[in-house]
């Protein structure tokens, strides 16, 4: 019994190490993914004409939740903010991520 209890052990030890690569996350080196330019346009102007709310996460970081209420030229809107009526300028280069509900 206490070799196939020693077998055991040790195959155990690399399917744990697979899982762990595999399943296991450092919350350290966690990061968002920014989306394709294309994708960015499209969600905003989806946003923009069914008048829904957008939450932005934007290239240094901070994030938004707000309507986008006009589109300027190819690349602008006009964000308007949920919490106030604060409008901000958005250039889809500046734009990491666009979450629609």
Do not use: C
């Not at 990061?31 to 240094?60: F, G, K």
Request: hydrophobic share 45%; charged share 25%.
């Amino acid at each position: 019994m206490s070799q196939i209890a020693s077998f055991a052990k040790h195959a155990v030890q690399p399917i744990k190490k697979a899982f762990h690569y595999l399943f296991a996350y450092d919350p350290d080196r966690l990061a968002i993914m920014p989306d394709e330019l294309s994708e960015n346009l499209q969600h905003l102007q989806e946003a923009m004409l069914n008048r829904s709310y957008a939450l932005i996460t934007l290239n240094d970081g901070s994030w938004k939740v707000g309507k986008i209420t006009k589109r300027l030229s190819a690349s602008r809107f006009v964000f308007r903010d949920a919490d106030s009526k604060i409008f901000y300028l958005l250039t889809v280069n500046d734009v990491l991520t666009v979450e629609l509900p």
